[in-house]
């Protein structure tokens, strides 16, 4: 057994409470001693790793692909490539594919592809009501056995309450994570931005925080009412979070996310109707932007998401109003994220935390710790490196990033899953 | 100021008041020219104008071709009933199409925000908005303001009193950053359910009771309430719409004697506006779609010639 050991590295791992400067000592795979007082064993092949920061491989659990139906946007191998040069080893993909994950047929395709094609661990999320239409329910039991880590709607929404509560009891049973974004399906049913004087001058429809308030608090009545694990997948204001917090103390099993673009986009990058920063939800203001931080820091808000989504120029080089939502963010997501470090709005552990060992919790997945045992799913960062990013730097099929030519500072600069590297960072 | 430093006119948002000064005086100019009785000129000859409607008008399109054809151009309208648009290609695609026939200026309409913005980045010719979505309709504004100064002989301290469907006009958007640049006072007077969100923090006063909304106003500028927000969606009824918020002798009372009465057209009668009132001595509604040629030219003239005898901004 070939044994690795890594050394000289700043290792942070929020699993084990851990910042310090040691080693990793990794063998078949696996990690076996880490930290300050790891010893080198007898016979190891030891690399210096020049002072690097070395994190659990982070946790994307919200990251949409175009295989099935969409190959031209993001195969899962491309998608698996984009992650890696992320940092990120284990992905959760959303059902809202052609067709719709809903049945373990698809389940298993999924995983097959990941299994060829891959380099990094993907967990296929299935959907919640049959083709995501918010009607009847899925097999949630045989889907769960599939293979498939939650049930989500997707960018879908569940006008019906009824069909909700249903599916979260019979949910409940099965002990599986309803992960849902919460958009009201007629309350600013036409809004393609933050409503507010920013869109009234661009004469675009707004949609108005309420239309994510709303639905948020039905489903944690819902959430509370079927004792189900519910997790509000994609909140962009301060209300959501005010309303988890009052909903966590009257016991409901609740945690939450935000994406990496609601943390450092605010809705002025629109400018003159860009439609790479259409999203859903809608960037909001500088105000919620700084709220959302904070709640994150604090702990308020569970996750960080790329919420990757890529769209090709024919959904996307058009007016605003009819563009797709959606931008592509796996690559960008850990050097966004430094921002907030470096702007000293929260700590790293606590962002490796909410990237990587807190995402691997909520959906029970095999990741998120460094702990002696762990699969060596690793991510190695210079905290400091400089970089621009482009979009034919990407390795994604699309280039809709909201980050094109954006000053950073830290970059992913290796990504090893279970002790092998499946990244390495050119030049 | 003798040169006009932009390459398209995408919004009135951007222009300088000396821009907008610029151009309605341009426009003084060009009503002689429509006056006369020999209208052709050969400023513009030898240049390709096409015009793009994404979205039907017969008055915008004809306004713009007519002042295109006075001006000396060549004047093409592509029609987009008939047209790839409605196969499924995009914007964009037809842009390039049409750039590759050497245009020197491109009228472009279109129901979507932002269009016009869009296509000025793919093409290597001036565009002209004629209407997006409901952002902006710029020449709509220039020849209200127009029209507001050969009447009134100024634009600065004027109060206007902007009526009806703010929500959805681009033609409000534009009238409001036209007046407030060139120091008008302006209100506006609607339902709350035909305001847009955040509109007290656009620089007008806000009324939701007409008659209150017109005291004293210099110029009552009526906006077209389209057929289908008229039953339900955003007022209850025609009749409860009219009653409240269209412009009839009485409400008109409200505003000074001399105060003229707009409409951009095409007019609802007995809807946003009486009869009496669209066809009575403060109505200047004609003399707008005069204007509207005027400025056509102005701004064809001004993108065209003025702009290469300055420095670019």
Not at chain 1, 72 to 97: F, L, N
Not at chain 1, 404 to 417: D, L, P
Not at chain 2, 51 to 71: V, Y
Not at chain 2, 300 to 307: D, G, N
């Amino acid at each position: 057994m070939t044994v690795t050991v890594l050394i000289n590295l700043r290792i942070v791992d929020p699993s084990q409470n851990m910042d310090e400067t040691g080693a990793i000592v990794i063998e078949d795979g696996k990690i076996v001693a880490i930290g300050a007082a790891a010893t080198v064993p007898a016979g190891a092949e030891i690399r210096d790793m020049g002072g690097l920061l070395a994190m659990p491989g982070l946790v994307d659990t919200r990251v949409f692909i175009g295989e099935p139906g969409g190959e031209h946007r993001e195969t899962i191998k491309s998608a698996s490539r984009a992650a890696a040069a992320g940092g990120i080893t284990s992905i959760v993909t959303m059902p809202d594919t052609d067709p719709v994950i809903d049945d373990i047929a698809l389940v298993e395709f999924v995983k097959k592809t990941a299994r060829d094609k891959s380099a990094i661990h993907v967990y296929p999320a299935a959907a919640l009501t049959k083709g995501l239409a918010g009607e009847e329910m899925t097999e949630f039991g045989l889907l769960k056995k599939a293979g498939a880590v939650a049930l989500t709607q997707g960018k879908h929404a569940i006008p019906d309450s009824q069909v909700l509560r249903r599916a979260m009891t019979y949910a409940k049973h099965f002990g599986a994570v309803v992960a849902l974004e919460p958009r009201d399906p007629y309350l600013g049913v036409n809004g393609v931005m933050n409503e507010g004087l920013f869109a009234s001058w661009l004469g675009l429809s707004g949609s108005p925080r309420e239309a994510e308030i709303i639905p948020l608090e039905r489903d944690l009545r819902i959430a509370g009412l079927t004792g189900a694990n519910y997790h509000a997948a994609k909140i962009s204001v301060p209300e959501s979070v005010e309303a988890i917090k009052l909903a966590r103390k009257r016991g409901v099993k609740v945690t939450s996310g935000v994406s990496i673009n609601h943390l450092t986009l605010n809705e002025n990058d629109i400018g003159e109707y860009r439609t790479f920063f259409k999203l859903s939800p809608p960037l909001r203001t500088e105000d919620d932007r700084v709220a959302m931080v904070e709640a994150l820091a604090a702990g308020d808000i569970d996750i960080v998401v790329s919420s990757h989504d890529p769209q090709d120029v024919d959904t996307k080089r058009v007016p605003f109003a009819d563009a797709a939502d959606g931008a592509v963010g796996l690559e960008t997501l850990f050097a966004a994220a430094l921002r907030l470090y470096h702007a000293e709005r929260i700590t790293l552990s606590r962002l490796v935390d909410a990237l990587s060992t807190r995402p691997a919790a909520i959906y029970s997945l095999p990741a998120g710790s460094l702990k002696p045992g762990s699969n060596a799913d690793i991510a190695f960062a210079d905290l400091d490196m400089p970089w621009i990013a482009t979009a034919e730097g990407l390795l994604s099929r699309s280039k809709n990033t909201p980050f094109e030519n954006a000053r950073f500072s830290g970059r992913i600069v290796e990504t090893w899953v279970s002790g092998n590297p499946v990244y390495r960072l050119q030049g | 100021m003798d040169f006009f430093p932009h390459r398209h006119l995408l919004g009135i948002k951007g222009l300088q008041p000396h821009d907008i000064e610029y151009l309605l005086d341009k426009a003084d100019e060009a009503v002689k020219i429509s006056r006369q009785r020999e209208k052709k000129t050969s400023t513009l000859r030898g240049l390709t104008q096409i015009n793009l409607f994404f979205e039907a008008s017969t008055r915008t399109q004809s306004s713009f071709e007519l002042a295109g054809k006075r001006l000396g151009a060549d004047v093409m309208n592509m029609s987009v009933a008939n047209s790839s648009v409605k196969k499924g290609e995009t914007l964009i695609d037809t842009a390039m199409t049409l750039n590759a026939m050497h245009p020197d200026v491109l009228v472009i309409r279109h129901s979507s925000a932002g269009a016009a913005a869009l296509l000025s980045q793919k093409v290597s010719c001036a565009v002209i908005n004629a209407g997006d979505g409901q952002h902006e309709h710029p020449t709509q504004a220039l020849l209200d303001a127009l029209t507001i100064r050969r009447a009134k002989g100024r634009l600065s301290g004027i109060t206007v009193a902007i009526c009806g469907d703010v929500l959805h006009s681009r033609v409000a958007r534009s009238n409001i950053i036209l007046l407030n640049a060139m120091g008008a006072r302006v209100r506006v007077v609607a339902p709350p359910t035909l305001l847009p969100s955040g509109i007290a923090d656009m620089s007008v006063e806000v009324f939701h009771d007409m008659e209150e909304g017109l005291k004293r106003a210099d110029v009552v500028m009526m906006l077209r309430l389209q057929r289908e927000r008229m039953s339900g969606s955003f007022v209850p009824s025609v009749r409860e719409y009219y009653r409240f918020y269209g412009l009839d002798a009485e409400k008109l009372k409200a505003a000074k004697e001399d105060a003229l009465v707009m409409h951009p057209g095409p007019m609802n009668r007995g809807v946003e506006i009486a009869s009496e009132i669209a066809d009575g001595p403060q109505s200047v509604i004609g003399q707008q779609v005069e204007m509207g040629v005027a400025v056509r030219m102005a701004v064809m003239e001004a993108l065209l010639v003025s702009q290469n005898q300055g420095p670019r901004a």
